[in-house]
């Protein structure tokens, strides 16, 4: 929770632990308000591990909480989506014109380490390798969940099926433009281990989706290092101007 205070650079931020397990590892947290003023906060939540990488787990899900008061008071998150049973990372929240509230990740499952060289056969899958845990993450694409009653419950997650795109991971805020027309952007891998960029859209609040904009492809070599552009976001201004970064 924060408060800004009149003045340059003054600002006041009092700090709410809104969940807490010794032995849970919650993460990539979102936060939308709807439009009747409620703020409804999601996050990552997986078993936390002494030893080993937590940041990915085959028991990743979903956790979601509200706040009636803004935002001086949480209720107790809950998992939701469990119908899901892929894992699931970077949960995100975007509330439509109408009031529509959209929560969407990105899947994952999990293979053991044996199988990585049948993986690699397929140039377009997204896959990575944990050698701590001597196992390979490929991710499967986007889930969406959809609420028409404030946030107050959602219909089970839909996978989204892309056309030419077999794996792809999300991260940023939707924007939605003025005839209401959504946007989102995704990141993908094309065949040659490079990454690229696509911008989805949504012309019935959320209900299917179709590729709007791909990119070129965004590796490059710069000095010997190659760099891979991930997690893009967008931002709509008052201006009438389209972001992405």
Known sequence: KRSAEPGAGSCSCNIMIIYKRKHSYPAMPGISR???GDLIAVFRNAPRENKGYSH????STVMITRSK???RSFCKPVEIGQEDLLAKQDPHLFVTRTGTVLLYYFRYLFHPESELPEIEKNRELLHIKLSKKRCVATLHGLGFMRSDD???TFSPPVPVSLPGVTSCAVRGRAVQFP????LQATYARRKGDTYHIDVIASDDEGNTWNILTRSVASTREKKGIVIQHVEPSLVFTEEGTLHMF
């Open 179 to 182: 005839g209401g027309r959504i």
């Open 150 to 152: 404030h946030g107050r």
């Open 69 to 71: 008061d803004g935002g």
């Open 34 to 36: 709807t439009i009747r």
């Open 56 to 59: 990915l787990h085959s028991m």
